[in-house]
């Protein structure tokens, strides 16, 4: 989802099963804490989101770790930067993934529809970078977490009852290094919301939305952290 604790990576390469399931664009499945790429790859394929959810991430020159995206069904994952991949692609729920080859994208020799289908996302994904950097630049602590939770509220939530219902399968890590905050500001924005009555919290990994409109003035806003 371009709102898009790694694990060992010579254990969670692609399987020869996977790569022969790849090149008969047959619809992939992977559980949850393997790798579809790793960053450096030469890209051949693209994937969509059929099920499950992504994560999207790039180790930076001083060690640090920033979540580039999660990716959601709808999402397709995998566009080049110089012919490779520019980040690592793990699962975090185990995912339904249907490959489209590279080519796809770079000419419009086959399927003309699939191709506008590429591009269009290609350019969506250009236009949530865009958003994604002027949340880390421009927002306060408060404002990047409750413009993550609208986004999500938006995209995947459910309604239950009276309320809006949004599933967190990532870890509060996660979303830290997804907004370029501590995970410490995180739990500490998640309480203040919480004792504001503005979202509840079920469980560590579901959050009710009880004052949608209060939220989305939050991710608006300019109040400090």
């Not at 959810?53 to 397709?76: H, M, N, S």
Request: a negative charge; glycine letters at 8%.
């Amino acid at each position: 989802m371009y709102v898009t604790i790694l694990s060992d990576k010579t254990t969670t390469a692609p399987t020869n099963a996977f790569l022969a399931t790849r090149t008969k664009n047959q619809e992939t499945h992977l559980k949850a804490g393997s790798y579809l790429y790793f960053e450096g790859d030469p890209v051949d394929w693209l994937y969509q989101v059929k099920s499950g959810v992504l994560r999207l991430t790039r180790i930076l020159e001083d060690g640090r770790r920033q979540v580039i995206a999660f990716g959601y069904p709808g999402d397709i994952v995998g566009f080049p930067a110089g012919g490779l991949h520019h980040t690592d692609c793990d699962v975090l729920v185990e995912a339904r993934l249907q490959p489209y080859r590279r080519s796809a994208l770079e000419n419009g020799d086959g399927d003309p529809r699939l191709h506008q289908e590429l591009l269009q996302s290609a350019l969506r994904e250009i236009s949530a970078m865009q958003d994604h950097f002027m949340m880390l630049g421009r927002k306060s602590a408060v404002e990047k977490v409750a413009s993550f939770l609208c986004v999500l509220s938006n995209r995947v939530g459910e309604d239950v009852d009276s309320y809006r219902q949004v599933e967190l399968p990532m870890s509060r890590a996660d979303i830290a290094d997804f907004l370029g905050l501590t995970t410490e500001t995180i739990s500490r924005t998640f309480t203040q919301l919480r004792q504001s009555e503005i979202i509840a919290i079920n469980d560590i990994h579901t959050i009710v939305i009880r004052k949608p409109d209060a939220l989305k003035g939050l991710s608006l806003g300019s109040r400090d952290d």
